[in-house]
Structures are given as structure tokens and as C-alpha cells.
């Protein structure tokens, strides 16, 4: 009963209206002569019952639906398999060259592109996941809160259309994405998923700082690192020790330097848009975690339901009123 409302509660006073048609038949009194001669007619006590309650339940069907009686907005908790997720998409310039390091030409793909496509995609495929959308450079770009708005996702993605930037900031960017949960609930996996083409040095200070960003929000860790043809990769060891440093190896860093921060990491290397697709197809796989989350079901009117249903008795009345004229 709490979940019920009425538009006009005052108009239910008028259901008192409904009660003497139950104390009243509507059966015409016949004289006889002696009541005791007539055999018992069960028949006809129930439709004497039925020619009380059709009359009180056609006024009681009016007088709801005339109170517009309506099913409050409810939310019902829902267990989904997905997550809180936070894309970080690198939007320095070299991200609007192709794979092959130079400006694209001849219906290449640029990487920038080619995240784009692969990461509206990923947005389709995730349905119930809560995701924001970021960017950095030379700063941080915040674009679009946690939400589960899909068409808001893909404008937020396609508008990255634009030239990107400068140079790469990336503690700043993971600083910002690692941001956007703060103050939301732990349920669920939380995931930052990193697109980008390269990183920079991390300063020590930063690096406590985003030690203990990441230990405070327990997230997950995804880095699709898209790789330009003939550099080295994050996996990548150098055949000098001498170049073995952040200046010269800025990915191999970083990489060391996720995989140092004792949560769940991932690193994907693609060298072109297949690998791209590969690595976002199994992410899709293994991120599929139980998720509660409350569904808003939004009100519901009864008064058409409660005035089809008085027309219903009413016709019932009417046909058992012609078959007493009948007889």
C-alpha cells in the first residue's frame, strides 16, 4: 500500500458512496404466497450478491481512477555484472599520427581515430557500467562525470575529434581520473582504463602521491599503450644500460612503476588497430564483475486501468439486469 498514490486523495471520500449498494439488492421484490414451497435456488443468492458488489466496485472503480490512483517511483535493487569505469585517453599530438609514426595519408588511421572507434564500441558493450570520460596533455582534461547516459559517452568520444594538444602529463591525467571516485561506492569493481601512445617521467613527488591515490581508491588498472612502429614498447629492455632510465625508456617506467603499486594491473602493447580490438575484446571479457546497482521504475498511472474496470462492471450489471427483464 505504500507504493500507492493519488493525484486528488480528497476525492476518496466519495468511496463510502459504494457501500449501500451492498445492503441494498437490486432485485425487484415478487410477492408469494407461501416462501417456504419454493425450492432452494443457490443460483440466484450468488446473482443477488453479484447485483450487490457489480454496483459497489463500479463506484469504487470510478472513484479511484476520478483520484488518479498511480503507482509511486520506486527504485529496485538490481544485480548486474559490470563496473565504475574511468577511460583516460592520452590527447597529446602524437596520438593524431598513424601507427607508423607520421601523419596519415592514403586512408590510414590515426591512433587517436582508431581509439575513438574502438572505445565507443566498448561503450556499447558495457551496458550497465557507470563510466566517465578524461583526457589529459599538458594538464588534465575532465570531460564527463560517472554516468551510465550512453549517447552522452559517445558525443564525449567523438568530440576528442578535434587537434589534440601538446606534450603529455600523465600523472596529472591519473591524478583526475583516480579523482572521479572519490565519494562513490566501493561495490563493484572500479577500473581506469589508460589509452595512450607514450609517458612521461613521473617526478617523485607525484609518484607518493599517486601511491597513495590508488591505494585509497582500490581500483584497476588497465594500460592499452598504443605502440608506434619501430619504438621500443613498455616490455622493451635496452641493450645499453646506459639507456636504461626514465628520460630514455619513459614507458618501461611507467609500466615498472604500475606494476610496483600492488594492485590489479594490466598492460596491453598494439601495434596497429587489430591489436587494438584484440586487447579491448578480451578487457570486455575479463571485466565482468557483479555489480548492484537500484533501477528507478518510474510511476505508473492506474486510473485508465481503474476506469476500464468500472466500465467492465457496469457492462456485467446492465447484461444481468436485461436477463431479469427477460424472465
Known amino acids: 500500500m505504500n507504493d500507492l498514490g ?6 476518496l471520500s466519495a468511496l463510502l458512496l459504494s457501500l449501500p449498494p451492498l445492503w441494498r439488492s437490486g432485485v425487484k421484490p415478487t410477492r408469494h404466497a407461501c416462501l417456504s414451497l419454493l425450492p432452494p435456488d443457490a443460483l440466484s443468492g450468488w446473482l443477488d450478491w453479484l447485483l450487490r458488489i457489480l454496483p459497489a466496485a463500479a463506484i469504487a472503480l470510478a472513484t479511484l481512477g476520478a483520484a488518479g490512483m498511480h503507482l509511486k517511483q520506486q527504485k529496485i535493487a538490481r544485480l548486474a555484472h559490470g563496473a565504475h569505469m574511468v ?5 597529446s599530438k602524437s596520438m593524431d599520427n598513424s601507427f607508423a609514426g607520421q601523419t596519415p595519408s592514403d ?4 591512433k587517436a581515430s582508431a581509439a575513438r572507434s574502438l572505445l565507443n564500441k566498448l561503450v556499447d558493450q558495457r551496458r550497465r557500467d557507470l563510466i566517465g ?6 594538464s588534465a582534461l575532465p570531460i564527463l562525470p560517472l554516468t551510465e547516459n550512453k549517447q552522452a559517452l559517445h558525443a564525449a568520444i567523438d568530440a576528442t575529434a578535434s587537434p589534440a594538444l601538446a ?7 591519473l591524478a583526475l581520473a583516480l579523482a572521479y571516485f572519490d565519494q562513490k561506492p566501493t561495490a563493484g569493481s572500479r577500473i581506469v582504463l589508460l ?3 607514450g609517458a612521461a617521467v613521473i617526478d617523485p613527488d607525484s609518484e607518493a602521491a599517486l601511491r597513495q591515490l590508488f591505494k585509497r581508491t582500490q581500483v584497476r588498472l588497465y594500460w592499452l599503450f598504443l605502440r608506434t612502429e619501430n619504438n621500443p614498447g613498455i616490455f ?3 641493450e645499453d644500460n646506459r639507456d636504461d632510465n626514465p628520460q630514455a625508456m619513459p614507458e618501461r617506467y611507467l609500466h615498472m612503476f604500475f606494476t610496483s603499486l600492488g594492485i590489479p594491473y594490466q598492460a596491453y602493447e598494439a601495434e596497429d588497430a587489430n591489436a ?21 521504475i518510474p510511476r505508473q498511472d492506474l486510473s485508465g486501468v481503474c476506469f476500464t474496470a468500472m466500465s467492465i462492471s457496469i457492462s456485467l450489471l446492465l447484461g444481468l439486469k436485461w436477463l431479469e427483464g427477460r424472465k
Not at 586512408?107 to 590515426?110: A, K, L, P, T, V
Not at 570520460?133 to 599538458?138: H, I, N, Q
Not at 606534450?167 to 591525467?173: C, D, E, L, R
Not at 579491448?280 to 565482468?288: K, M, N, S, V, W
Request: no cysteine.
Open 236 to 238: 622493451s629492455t635496452p
Open 167 to 173: 606534450y603529455t602529463n600523465i600523472s596529472k591525467g
Open 195 to 197: 589509452v595512450s601512445d
Open 107 to 110: 586512408g590510414e588511421q590515426s
Open 6 to 11: 493519488f493525484e486528488n486523495p480528497w476525492l
Open 87 to 91: 577511460i583516460l585517453l592520452d590527447r
Open 133 to 138: 570520460f578524461a583526457a589529459y596533455s599538458t
Open 276 to 296: 587494438m580490438r584484440q586487447a579491448i575484446a578480451d578487457f570486455d571479457r575479463l571485466e565482468q564483475f557483479p555489480l548492484p546497482y537500484f533501477e528507478t
